[in-house]
């Protein structure tokens, strides 16, 4: 198991994310309760600038290991930057005429 995860991180580590992901969803296979495969693919996804599903993926590994720092640091600092990004976005909106409704 320790041998897929460190291969996982090197593969990461080198850019290879497709790697990474297929060593990290191997891990999880073999131990359903690896919190660090979960942040592994994670990690996988904040490559592919997927925010949300990184979210998703950190807080699955907190529900397994709730004294999983860096899942929890993942976590809170995802939940930052959404919010930031969707407070962003609202701010970005014109705003509607008095009376007019909104989309």
Excluded: C, F, H, I
């Excluded at 460190?6 to 073999?30: N, P």
């Excluded at 807080?59 to 930031?84: D, G, I, M, S």
């Amino acid at each position: 198991m320790n041998e897929l995860l460190l291969a996982a991180e090197r593969a990461l580590s080198y850019g290879l994310a497709d790697e990474a992901e297929r060593l990290y969803r191997r891990a999880a296979v073999e131990d359903p309760a690896s919190s660090l495969a979960l942040v592994g693919l994670a990690r996988v996804a904040l490559e592919r600038a997927d925010d949300a599903g990184a979210l998703d993926l950190a807080r699955q590994a907190l529900a397994l290991e709730p004294a999983n720092e860096a899942a929890a640091r993942l976590a809170t600092r995802l939940e930052e930057v959404l919010r930031y990004r969707d407070a962003a976005q609202a701010a970005a909106q014109p705003a509607a005429p008095k009376g007019a409704p909104r989309p």
